[in-house]
């Protein structure tokens, strides 16, 4: 069991106004799972935190009662048995990122769906593991709109996430290594991977670092400071001045 440690921050709303992390970590046995609730398409849809929370549990089920169950056939599970319960409609239905890390005695696997990294550290050197189609069509000015969001995402041309489509599972991205070539595993939503990919405050082994040092929170802390420097959102602009963030180290050695 690698020792697994943990630092969770709320942002705040569009308004600036606080409201409690959509933002959620569970932790099994064999595996640890983060999931980013996203911005419901509507303001009559639950929220992406509703729907994360749910989800986070539903696969943490999926996971202890089948505990060998591809990750891919587990999250789609999941996101079908969701769907059904709660007459979630494709392109109605709030949604989540989501980040998971699982082992055993000769693995070490990884799946990432939409932009919620794991990265792995160990024999390899650094191996990012980051689904990068929602930021490249952001970057592209693709997304400029509610309707073009919509639009894209689960769809071919677009991005993926968990919502109510099961076949999303199988667009995550995936990787897998060895057991005895793995030294430690991040895993960050977006609003702590922002400091690395957009911000620029460190690389993937200084966040390693510090958070082995001074612990997750400090990265954390590091995030909030430099946000802190821009109030208006000029320096970097983004739709909020302080996003949720999560960050799980998993420490193998």
Request: one cysteine or more; aromatic letters at 6%.
């Amino acid at each position: 069991m690698p020792e697994i440690s943990i630092a969770e921050r709320a942002g705040v709303a569009a308004d600036g106004r606080p409201r409690p992390t959509e933002d959620y970590v569970a932790v099994l046995d064999q595996a640890v799972l983060v999931l980013d609730g996203a911005t419901s398409p509507s303001p009559e849809l639950p929220s992406g935190g509703w729907y994360a929370g749910l989800l986070v549990r539903r696969l943490s089920t999926e996971l202890r009662t089948h505990p060998r169950e591809d990750l891919g056939v587990a999250l789609a599970n999941a996101i079908g048995a969701l769907a059904r319960e709660h007459d979630l409609l494709p392109g109605r239905s709030p949604s989540s990122t989501v980040s998971m890390l699982r082992w055993d005695e000769s693995e070490v696997e990884a799946l990432v769906l939409a932009d919620s990294p794991v990265v792995a550290f160990g024999r390899f050197g650094t191996d990012p593991v980051s689904d990068d189609r929602l930021v490249s069509l952001r970057g592209g000015g693709l997304l400029q709109t509610g309707a073009d969001v919509r639009r894209r995402r689960n769809a071919e041309d677009g991005f993926w996430v968990a919502e109510a489509e099961p076949a999303a599972a199988y667009k995550a991205v995936r990787r897998v290594w060895p057991r005895a070539d793995v030294e430690a595993v991040l895993i960050a939503t977006d609003g702590v991977a922002i400091g690395v990919d957009e911000y620029g405050l460190f690389d993937w082994p200084e966040v390693l670092r510090r958070a082995r040092h001074d612990g997750p929170a400090a990265v954390l802390d590091a995030v909030r400071a430099a946000e802190e420097q821009d109030p208006g959102c000029v320096r970097w602009p983004r739709a909020k001045r302080h996003d949720d963030q999560a960050l799980v180290l998993a420490d193998f050695e």
